[in-house]
């Protein structure tokens, strides 16, 4: 029997001392819950256009990848298990005519002051784990991926 996570490729966004979150359903707890705009591999494209496709559907901004955070195994309540490549990216442009996916409830820039007070509303630890990655300033080449 042969297992494999998922991949996944998120992203940390930050400008003006705050980070973007999306606000959007968890389907397995049926819940609200905030999260890194993140999604899966899709076939055909590499993880760097993932995360900027994922960026793009549910934030509606067009970035930058600058360079990457981390990667980590996440695994959530159901036993599924997500290899979640992290990156750091640059806000370019607001696309206001692009729609969200239609589990995004809302956009939200928060300081980080802020997300530490909504730790019990984020989809998981990794979320808040990413922002300190970030604020380490430990940023990996996006060349590491050919």
């Not at 256009?49 to 990457?68: C, D, Y």
């Given at each position: 029997m042969?297992?494999?996570p998922a991949i996944t490729a998120a992203t940390v966004i930050f400008d003006n001392d705050c980070y973007l979150l999306v606000k959007e359903i968890d389907k397995q707890?049926?819940?609200?819950?905030f999260n890194q705009p993140a999604g899966h591999l899709e076939p055909g494209e590499t993880i760097l256009?993932?995360?900027?496709?994922?960026?793009?559907?549910?934030?509606?901004?067009?970035?930058?990848?600058?360079?990457?955070l981390g990667i980590a195994f996440v695994h959530n309540s159901m036993g599924k298990t997500y290899l979640r490549h992290t990156f750091l990216a640059?806000?370019?442009?607001?696309?206001?005519t692009a729609e969200l996916d239609s589990d995004i409830l809302s956009t939200h820039w928060l300081r980080l002051e802020e997300i530490v007070t909504l730790s019990d509303q984020l989809r998981?630890?990794?979320?808040?784990?990413?922002?300190?990655?970030?604020?380490?300033?430990?940023?990996?080449?996006?060349d590491l991926f050919k």
């Open positions: 042969s297992w494999s707890r049926k819940i609200p819950v256009e993932a995360a900027i496709r994922e960026t793009l559907e549910e934030t509606r901004w067009k970035v930058s990848i600058i360079g990457l640059d806000p370019i442009e607001l696309d206001k998981a630890p990794i979320v808040l784990e990413a922002i300190k990655w970030h604020r380490s300033g430990v940023i990996y080449p996006v």
